[in-house]
């Protein structure tokens, strides 16, 4: 079965520190990943997706995110956290076409001045 | 774009009462997905379409829940009899293609039961 799990539920960190996110994937054939960004009262907005292209994916507002098979990991990284980036994090991926996406938990991401 | 759109954006109404939430995706978009929100269980998928027609419904918690996509650009969840159980926030989102491709959400409907 396929299945996702973001390793923290909450991350803190100081504006214009580095940011990970972690999330780890399951599944029995190589999936596209995401992730999304969900800020308060808002909707989900994508950040990047992963779909066997380049192994290090770029995205918005300088989020990146890479691709580790040998690991079965899909971490996110910031270099310099900034107070906008206050937000729920989730991890999601996609399996075989015609299957709906599987959403992990959620990282509650609080950056502080 | 004007991107997903959800009506209304906020509903409060009492037990019993019958709900209808309503949501039109995105132009040329072919798979439309409706999903639960609540501090204890997360995000959950209901229910997605593709090409109006329903493909997966088993996240539909029980028959108080249906849903409805009449036409490409218009779908509705309604729950009929409403409980406070239900209260949580409701997402739509749409795509172009099937489950495996990026989704685009609305803004969600709070939903309060009380």
């Known amino acids: 079965a396929q299945s996702v799990t973001q390793l923290d539920s909450h991350v803190s960190v100081s504006e214009g520190t580095p940011v990970l996110l972690r999330c780890n994937y399951s599944?029995?054939?190589?999936?596209?990943l995401f992730w999304y960004v969900q800020h308060p009262n808002k909707g989900l907005q994508l950040l990047l997706k992963y779909t066997s292209a380049a192994t290090l994916v770029k995205g918005i507002n300088g989020f990146e995110a890479e691709f580790k098979k040998s690991e079965t990991s899909f971490h996110l990284t910031k270099p310099s956290a900034h107070m906008s980036d206050a937000a729920e994090y989730f991890c999601?991926?996609?399996?075989?076409?015609?299957?709906?996406?599987?959403f992990g938990k959620g990282t509650t991401l609080s950056v502080s001045s | 774009d004007a991107g997903v759109i959800q009506s209304p954006r906020h509903e409060v109404t009492e037990m019993g009462q019958e709900v209808t939430l309503r949501c039109k995706p995105i132009s040329g978009h072919n798979s439309l997905f409706w999903y639960r929100q609540t501090m204890m269980r997360g995000l959950e998928l209901l229910i997605y379409?593709?090409?109006?027609?329903?493909?997966?419904d088993s996240g539909m918690p029980e028959d108080r829940f249906s849903a409805k996509m009449p036409n490409a650009s218009f779908s509705t969840l309604k729950i009929q009899p409403s409980e406070p159980r239900d209260s949580a926030v409701y997402f739509c989102a749409s795509s172009f293609g099937q489950g495996s491709y990026e989704q685009y959400f609305g803004p969600g409907t709070r939903l309060t039961v009380t």
């Open positions: 599944s029995s054939y190589s999936p596209s």
């Open positions: 379409f593709n090409n109006n027609v329903p493909i997966d």
């Open positions: 999601v991926s996609a399996g075989q076409a015609g299957t709906a996406l599987i």
